[in-house]
């Protein structure tokens, strides 16, 4: 099939909820995607964050078609191997307790939510006391599209079709410690925050706020929540980006509840709830669920991922690389049309002064993958593997695209 085949066929039977870029998909190899007509593309999104050791990986195939002559699912009633060692993983790495699984980062925040209100009211149980149910969320965030994820989702393109969304939630000024003390009440039982803010454009939150967040909710009975489906998994060059405050060992300092996803199950779907054992205490049998999260044939890709990752040593090298991709974008500053450059690892941006559809969309023509979130902002979510080499590629395409986008509009504003 010819790609206007596709696209004539999608126009006609799908919901419209995406507008694709020009490229028909055929495979991938390492840091690149191919499409019908073997033109290359340098994947510098990995998917949205999940295919972050590239396309094709040997040892991921092997894995799984090691798991093809088992069986592809196993419901939640009865045992298979591999759920509970990926568990034990996730809470070696995070310094969290217990694990449960789901399919996308969507549901791990719905188990997030739906947790610490069991929590809340557990502990009123406990003290005779009315429930807390207010839930604190950031200005800009994004965590899902759920309904409970949603009320969390700060921004009105995506909330207003939908209202009224779930009640009980309200927004804190991004990285204001004071709005953050305002809005911290008795009645609030959680607050959810991305450490580093990624569809609102790589906003890492700052140390002071996080450590306010973490203290607030610890004299107050209330839940700390952090969002690391976009940043968490090794992204940043931490195991979770929160380890920049809070290192493993630091129990006290660490969230209560860790929502992940993305990256775990390399494409297989997959996401996750990481807790403490506190909050753990107040989740009874059959009062959360899911069929099919923590399949067999998800865990078994996920429990690769951590081998490679832990074996190639690859934490390291996403800060190396990462500290080099943030240099050459940083060379690009000299051109007024660059704002900032954000972020940390392999999670960064370049802020712009100028829309930045027609730049992705030129760089794609080019033969580069990436996108635009908040309009302005150049979001790279690169694959881990990538070379230094192939970032002085891009840079090279880049920087010639955004002098062409800069004459155009100088060129409008003197017309
Ligand atoms: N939270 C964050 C920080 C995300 O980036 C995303 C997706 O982009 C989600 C939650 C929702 O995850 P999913 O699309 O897997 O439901």
Known sequence: ???????????????????????????????????????????????????????????????????????????????????????????????????????????????????ARAFASRQAQGNGGKPKFRILALENSFHGRTFGALSATSGKKYREPFEPLVPGFEFVDFNDTADLERKFTDDVCAILLETIQGEGGIRPISEAFYARARRLAADRGALLIADEIQCGLGRTGQWFAFHRFAPAAEKSLLPDLVATAKPLGLGIPL?????????????????????????????????????????????????????????????????????????????LALELTVPGKDIVRKLLEQGFILNCTHDVVLRMLPPFIITEKQIDKFIKVLRPVLQKEMEKETGQEKA
Do not use: W
């Not at 870029?21 to 073997?38: F, K, P, Q, T, W």
């Not at 449960?100 to 188990?111: L, P, Y």
């Not at 998800?298 to 390291?316: G, H, P, V």
């Open 271 to 347: 996401g996750a709830v990481i807790l403490k054992e506190s909050v753990a205490n107040a989740i009874k049998p059959g009062e959360h669920g899911t069929t099919f999260g923590g399949g067999p044939l998800a865990c078994r890709a996920s429990l690769e991922y951590f081998k490679i990752m832990e074996e190639e040593k690859l934490l390291e090298r996403n800060r190396s690389v990462g500290a080099y991709f943030k240099g050459r974008l940083e060379e690009l500053r000299d051109l007024p049309i660059v704002k900032e450059v954000r972020g940390e690892g392999l999670m």
């Open 1 to 115: 099939m010819q790609l206007s085949q596709v696209k004539e066929l999608e126009q006609k039977y799908l919901l419209g909820t995406y507008s694709r870029y020009e490229m028909l998909v055929d495979r991938g190899s390492g840091a690149y995607l191919i499409d019908r007509s073997n033109k290359r593309y340098l994947d510098l999104l990995s998917g949205i964050g999940v295919n972050s050791l590239g396309y094709n990986h040997p040892r991921i195939k092997l894995m799984l078609r090691k798991q093809l002559k088992r069986p592809l699912h196993v419901s939640n009633l009865l045992y298979h191997e591999y759920q509970g060692r990926l568990a034990q993983k996730l809470c070696e790495l995070s310094g969290l307790d217990r694990a449960f699984f789901t399919n996308s980062g969507t549901e791990a925040i719905e188990g997030c939510l739906k947790f």
